[in-house]
């Protein structure tokens, strides 16, 4: 099965996996399940990093591709699809990376490994 990862689980995952969820360790632990990273989170982390909110040793440049390697997480970059999807995602949440993961995990009918709550009343799967 497929598992798409919020921003804060794949940033844990990769530095500070005493933070996820016991849920979250089984899926993430098992090697039968795919594990993918958007696009849209190295945007996101490059974009909080440049303003000082999420100071990373390593340039996100340098981090990222390196975890999603050392990971070895499947890559999705953004699709017309995903951003034609957000149509069908609720006005709920204003955040725009969470939203545009919602519409990739609505379009691809794939669960999100989460802990942010606004995230749940989505028609998607969470898991946290």
């Given amino acids: 099965m497929t598992f798409l990862l919020d921003t804060c689980v794949f940033l844990w995952l ?3 996996q005493h933070r996820l969820s016991a849920a979250a360790r089984d899926i993430l632990e098992n090697p039968a399940h795919t ?3 958007h696009q849209v989170t190295p945007w996101e982390i490059q974009i909080k990093n440049s303003l000082g ?3 990373l040793p390593h340039p996100p440049r340098i981090a990222v591709p390196a975890a999603i390697e050392r990971l ?3 890559y999705r970059t953004l699709d017309d699809d ?3 999807t957000l149509e069908k995602v609720p006005q709920l949440h204003r955040d725009p990376f969470d939203r ?3 519409a990739h995990a609505i379009h691809e009918g794939i669960p999100i490994l989460t802990p942010d709550p606004l995230i749940s ?3 998607i799967r969470v898991i946290w």
């Fill in 53 to 55: 909110k999420l100071p």
């Fill in 100 to 102: 545009l993961l919602i």
């Fill in 121 to 123: 009343p989505y028609p």
């Fill in 82 to 84: 995903t951003i034609y």
């Fill in 14 to 16: 990769a530095d500070q």
């Fill in 72 to 74: 070895g997480l499947e």
């Fill in 35 to 37: 594990l993918r990273l």
